[in-house]
């Protein structure tokens, strides 16, 4: 199983960016994504997570509203889409998969990709 995030960069407060993560080696309709960031001197957050079973999304208090999750189950292909960014959304960002079980870990990392948002 691997999970590879693309998308990432350096941008200026209040641009946009969508991050992507590609999945192989998992039957993906079957599984919930997670994107998670961790910033330096923080706890790791988990910003966004959507069902590929029916949908369900979640988001953080922190990114609702400017964030967007979908997943294209086809492609094998989840996003977050990041709008209105602000420098404390710097951070590394991750995505990750878990069973469609409640109480399921997230089993499945990938590497993370860095996203710093200059004001």
């Known amino acids: 199983v691997q999970l590879v995030e693309s998308g990432g960069g350096l941008l200026q407060t209040g641009g946009s960016l969508r991050l992507s993560c590609k999945a192989s080696?998992?039957?993906?309709?079957?599984?919930?994504i997670g994107w998670f960031r961790h910033a330096p001197g923080k706890r790791r957050e988990e910003v966004a997570c959507?069902?590929?079973?029916?949908?369900?999304?979640y988001y953080a208090d922190s990114v609702k509203g400017r964030f967007a999750i979908h997943s294209d189950i086809a492609a094998k292909t989840a996003y977050l889409q990041m709008n209105r960014l602000k420098p404390e959304d710097t951070a590394v960002y991750y995505c990750?998969?878990?069973?469609?079980?409640?109480?399921?870990?997230?089993?499945?990392w990938g590497q993370g990709i860095q996203v710093t948002v200059s004001s």
């Open positions: 990750a998969a878990s069973r469609l079980r409640q109480g399921a870990p997230y089993d499945y």
């Open positions: 959507i069902s590929n079973g029916d949908g369900t999304v």
């Open positions: 080696g998992l039957r993906f309709g079957f599984h919930a």
